[in-house]
């Protein structure tokens, strides 16, 4: 018996595959595409659960090699209940990080919303002018903001308190680690995109900008804003530089602040334990804003390109 190679591209191009073929190389494609996702997920999720399951376990077992993933018959709330009972405050540092994330990330988004409407929809001179500077601006590290935006603090009285964080927050000058320019700009891109004829109609209908903002734009952009306020939650949840230079006492400190104040500077075992615990445990309300909300964040990228 004879069998020909020749796979020449006219060759090639004359043979038609089943379709029961087609659909074999189909479902090997979906079975590799799915293969690989799960190897990314559980590199990315592997230290996340080494972190909980060492929180679960006894001291002497946290660090021991090889790795254990899972935890044992011997795991318990040891660190847990040593954190607890420590002198540590960290049932006030959650709540302190709770309200400084929450009105951040309100007063952050609420005011770069409308800001990025303003410079999507509204005419008013030198529009495109402060526009251009607000995106030089993005160029400047936040950083070098933070020596005059502590002596205007100092001279506000609001040193030491929560309010020299959220102050700016909900002026939406920035949130900590973040530009307030980014949130414009996410949010006048996104509104460039919804088609005209929205607003040419409500115009006819005698509607205004507040009206037209809060009743179309708002609504629709509703993705958006859910992914501007993760994101804006999980930095502000997440920053300890601005922190660690506005607030001082013990009672205004945050969870990223305190934490570091459990650390034992000899490395005592003990204390390490509880730091993974206490970790453990500032890790979950980011992780349920984020399960709360990742419908509309995965709406937003399908938005996004979409051009109205």
Do not use: C, H
């Given at each position: 018996m004879h069998i020909s190679w020749d796979m020449t591209p006219a060759r090639l191009s004359a043979r038609r595959l089943s379709p029961e073929t087609r659909a074999m190389i189909s479902r090997l494609?979906?079975?590799?595409?799915?293969?690989?996702?799960?190897?990314?997920?559980?590199?990315?999720?592997?230290?996340?659960?080494?972190?909980?399951?060492?929180?679960?376990r006894p001291?002497?077992?946290?660090?021991?090699?090889?790795?254990?993933?899972?935890?044992?018959?011997?795991?318990?709330?040891?660190?847990?209940?040593r954190l607890l009972a420590s002198d540590v405050p960290i049932g006030r540092f959650f709540w302190n990080s709770t309200v400084l994330a929450t009105s951040v990330t309100l007063g952050?988004?609420?005011?770069?919303?409308?800001?990025?409407?303003?410079?999507?929809?509204?005419?008013?001179?030198?529009?495109?002018?402060?526009?251009?500077?607000?995106?030089?601006?993005?160029?400047?590290p936040i950083q070098t903001t933070l020596v005059p935006l502590f002596l205007l603090m100092r001279w506000l009285g609001l040193v030491d308190s929560q309010w020299s964080i959220?102050?700016?927050?909900?002026?939406?000058?920035?949130?900590?680690?973040?530009?307030?320019?980014?949130?414009?700009?996410?949010?006048?891109?996104?509104?460039?995109?919804?088609?005209?004829?929205?607003?040419?109609?409500?115009?006819?209908?005698n509607a205004g900008h507040f009206r037209t903002f809060w009743s179309i734009a708002v609504p629709l952009a509703g993705p958006q804003i859910a992914a501007l306020s993760v994101i804006i939650f999980t930095m502000t949840w997440n920053d300890y530089f601005m922190p660690l230079i506005f607030l001082n006492s013990v009672n205004q400190?945050?969870?990223?602040?305190?934490?570091?104040?459990?650390?034992?500077?000899?490395?005592?075992?003990?204390?390490t334990s509880e730091v993974i615990a206490a970790v453990s445990l500032s890790i979950l309300p980011v992780l349920?804003?984020?399960?709360?909300?990742?419908r509309w964040i995965i709406d937003s990228f399908v938005r996004a390109g979409v051009k109205g």
């Open positions: 494609r979906t079975a590799l595409i799915y293969v690989v996702l799960g190897l990314g997920a559980l590199v990315m999720v592997a230290p996340f659960l080494w972190m909980f399951t060492t929180s679960f001291v002497a077992e946290a660090f021991t090699l090889p790795a254990r993933w899972l935890p044992g018959l011997d795991s318990g709330l040891e660190s847990y209940r952050y988004v609420a005011t770069t919303t409308i800001a990025g409407y303003a410079f999507a929809r509204l005419r008013f001179p030198l529009k495109n002018a402060l526009f251009a500077l607000l995106l030089v601006s993005l160029m400047v959220i102050v700016p927050g909900l002026t939406g000058a920035f949130a900590p680690g973040m530009s307030g320019v980014f949130g414009i700009f996410l949010m006048r891109q996104f509104f460039l995109t919804l088609p005209k004829d929205l607003f040419e109609a409500a115009r006819v209908d400190m945050v969870l990223p602040v305190g934490i570091m104040s459990i650390r034992d500077p000899v490395g005592n075992s003990s204390a349920l804003v984020f399960l709360v909300a990742q």
